[in-house]
């Protein structure tokens, strides 16, 4: 059976839709359809797995637990709430969209999806996704998630447009925001990128696939570098180094210092770190400060509520510092 009338795209949403209400999973912002937490869930999902944001989700909602707590919050204190999550822009973008619905809206959320991308940080998926959750709106998203789904049920790779024009024919008018939700958790759970899990699919039997499609798109080569950084530690303070306001990468965040070489020291530490295409291997020497300026002593009280970088709070948990 193929998606070849509207009969069959009714039918498929129907078996969706019954699908995602049996086993859809128990996640924080479905409880209910509190925009904020929504809004939250969607920016902190981008380019990250769920099963990597549930454990910041639920500190950052009890640090902030309303849009006029994040709004109301230093930017060191959002960074320091995002610090392990990475992609530090999506935070600064949160907190300006706080501040703006706050101050120019009255504290409320656009309720249509073209309002809601004219907010900082909001692009047309997460302004779809808020809309159709949230409010109702009958707008279709597309993820990675759906984007695997339909070209597998249409048996071919599709480019961005048809992608989206497809995500919208198959939208009904009842229950959209359920709708597209059922669509990411089918490709997040059943419709997986290797090795999808069709004998579990609820609407296998429109698939034009049953399996992966082959693939037009190279993945970016992997760089490898390695990186050296020092650990001292001194009367209950580590050195610390902050980045400049000015940097093009985690601009304003902490780290360890960097050494252009390890001087002769023995490597206390040896981890693995990957940052989008870079594979970094990180050694780290511990020692006392160099003479010159390289950082300050924080307080280890005090490390906890900084903004640090995911590598910087990598090495200190390894370090029982945090």
């Given amino acids: 059976m ?19 209400d049996g086993h859809k999973r128990d996640l924080p912002w479905r409880k209910d359809c509190n925009v904020y937490r929504v809004w939250l869930s969607e920016i902190m999902l981008q380019q990250t797995r769920v099963a990597a944001v549930l454990e910041h989700y639920r500190t950052f909602v009890e640090q902030f637990p309303t849009l006029q707590k994040l709004a109301a ?4 204190s959002v960074l320091a709430a995002w610090s392990g999550l990475g992609y530090y822009r999506r935070a ?20 249509t999806a073209a309002k809601l991308c004219e907010l900082p940080g909001i692009g047309r998926y997460t302004a779809a996704a808020i809309a159709s959750v949230c409010f109702g709106k009958r707008v279709a998203v597309v ?80 760089v490898k570098k390695e990186i050296n950084y020092l650990f001292a530690r001194r009367n209950g303070s580590v050195l ?13 965040m902490w780290e360890l210092p960097e050494l ?16 989008t295409t870079t594979n ?26 900084l903004p640090l970088t995911g590598l910087a709070r990598k090495i200190l948990r390894l370090a029982k510092v945090i």
């Fill in 2 to 20: 193929n998606l070849q009338s509207r009969r069959d795209i009714h039918l498929f949403c129907r078996r969706l839709l019954r699908w995602y």
């Fill in 73 to 76: 919050a230093r930017e060191s």
């Fill in 92 to 111: 600064r973008m949160l907190h300006r969209a706080a501040r703006e619905i706050v101050s120019k809206r009255a504290g409320q959320f656009p309720d």
């Fill in 143 to 222: 993820d990675g998630n759906v984007e695997r789904v339909l070209g597998r049920m249409m048996g071919r790779n599709l480019s961005r447009t048809e992608v989206w024009q497809l995500a919208e024919e198959f939208l009904g008018p009842s229950r959209p925001g359920d709708f597209n939700q059922a669509m990411m958790e089918l490709g997040a759970t059943v419709c997986l990128p290797r090795q999808p899990r069709c004998p579990f699919c609820p609407v296998s039997a429109f698939c034009a696939t049953r399996g992966e499609l082959p693939r037009n798109r190279s993945n970016a080569p992997q």
């Fill in 240 to 252: 610390l180094k902050r980045r400049s306001q000015d940097s093009s990468l985690m601009p304003g």
């Fill in 260 to 275: 252009a070489i390890t001087y002769n020291s023995d490597v206390w530490l040896t981890i693995r770190h990957s940052i």
């Fill in 280 to 305: 970094y291997v990180v050694r780290v020497i511990k020692g006392n400060a160099p003479s010159e300026n390289q950082g300050s002593w924080i307080r280890l009280h005090r490390i906890a509520e």
